[in-house]
């Protein structure tokens, strides 16, 4: 089993920045591939950036490319996600999620474990 953690998620103004973190903790040696993922009201959870935990690749979504940051601390099993010049659409409960195999894995369907989520809301 493994248990994912987010944090850092709160309220910010259009243009401002948040980092946000995913503690992972049990065994995490086979779940090479870390993601986010967000969800906004009545929208369905898109994927939001992925790092592979051997190597660093990463891969973004067109929509925060540019904007956000994914990246990962193996030593503490923590991934963060710093998210600059953020906008109203960027609104939503993000969730860390955990997998094996290929990184480039874009839909929730494909990821075995998941955190609580963390609310962001960005006001205009």
């Known amino acids: 089993q493994v248990q994912l953690v987010e944090s850092g998620g709160g309220l910010v103004q259009a243009g401002g920045s948040l980092r946000l973190s995913c503690a992972a903790s049990g065994r995490t040696f086979n779940n090479d591939v870390m993601a986010w993922f967000r969800q906004a009201p009545g929208k369905e959870r898109e994927f939001v950036a992925v790092?592979?935990?051997?190597?660093?690749?990463?891969y973004y979504a067109d929509s925060v490319k540019g904007r956000f940051t994914i990246s990962r601390d193996n030593a503490k099993n923590t991934m963060y996600l710093q998210m600059n010049s953020l906008k109203p659409e960027d609104t939503a409960v993000y969730y860390c999620?955990?997998?094996?195999?290929?990184?480039?894995?874009?839909?929730?369907?494909?990821?075995?474990?998941w955190g609580q989520g963390t609310q962001v809301t960005v006001s205009s």
């Open positions: 790092i592979r935990r051997t190597g660093g690749s990463t």
């Open positions: 999620a955990t997998r094996g195999g290929s990184y480039r894995a874009t839909t929730p369907s494909e990821y075995n474990y």
